[in-house]
């Protein structure tokens, strides 16, 4: 097997590709809105990762890896991270559907809350007061986004947005399952193995869902499906390649760009209004988020410093 050439440390470039990969699957996210009226989550699924399929392929020839990328020690490893991720995803496709996307985006947020949870549950990962406490405050942040669906303030609130909010939330809690199952595969998998078959176990997962009411599209709703599951390809390469020059403290800030993002398409898009209540709930998620990643950074970089204090010198 070849040796895996892991480049030059280049924070700047991470960041760069990580703040690229974020406005993709915004777009990417965008188009499965903008087809929510006519097409269901499941079909929707079945799109975003067949035709990221390809766009996987082609990167691995370009870098070389298509012999060795895609080998796997543990198939069912796949199936069952693959079972959890699909139902992650069409939870998150059904929920853009039935709510408004800034409020879409900012539930989706109570994914890495969630994983901090799991991690401690099911992989035994110490979880100390100050990141239990970020969680709880994020979780609180969740809340008050929830709260006009739950009946808090009871204008306008419609059955359809409390049903959104609750699938979207669901979809959160397996998206957090799911990276919990990739946090198992990575000491064994490669990356690109991990994402192909994913996209090639949701594919024919989502086929599932074809007697319940897939619909025969048009060619510009086809278009706009075929586009997003593109751009979800190049989203999750774009994604990989930034952890690739940078850690992981650095970069994941720059996934709440994606809520500046989802403002500026909800209201010139979508003629969407965000509220006062669900961009104060977003605004204490994303500040528990980064504190939570802020004091992982600090941790690791004090982890660094033992080591090399106890590593012999000469």
Known sequence: MSAVVVPAPSPMRGILLKIGSVTVFTAMASLLKA???????????????????????????????????????????????????????GCSFAGLGLLPFPEATALGYAMPLLTVIFAAMFLGEQV???????????????????????????????????????VTLVGAAFGGLAQIFIRKMVAEERTAA??????????????????????????????????????????????????????????????????????????????????????????VIIAAGVAIIWREQRLGLARSRARKVMTPQG
Request: charged share 10%; net charge neutral.
């Open 128 to 166: 100390r007061a100050f990141r239990l406490g970020m969680v709880a405050l994020g979780m609180a942040g969740v809340l008050i986004v929830l709260s006009p669906r739950l009946g808090a303030t009871a204008d306008g609130v419609s059955t359809a947005e409390t049903l959104g909010a609750v």
């Open 194 to 283: 991990i994402v192909f078959w994913f996209s090639v176990t949701s594919t024919v997962l989502s086929l599932v869902t074809l007697p319940f009411g897939w619909v025969l599209l048009d060619p510009g709703t086809a278009a706009l499906l075929v586009t997003a599951g593109l751009l979800g390809g190049l989203a999750q390469i774009l994604l990989t390649s930034a952890y690739r020059y940078a850690d992981a403290s650095v970069v994941a800030p720059f996934d709440y760009v994606s809520m500046i993002l989802a403002l500026a398409i909800g209201w010139f898009v979508f003629g969407e209004v965000a509220t006062g209540v669900m961009l104060g709930g977003a605004a």
């Open 35 to 89: 087809t929510s009226d006519q097409v269901p989550a499941g079909e929707q699924v079945f799109f975003r990762s067949l035709f990221a399929i390809p766009v996987i392929l082609g990167w691995l020839v370009w870098r070389g890896e298509l012999a060795t990328g895609l080998r796997t020690s543990r198939p069912m490893n796949h199936a069952y991270r693959g079972i959890v991720g699909t139902l992650a995803m």
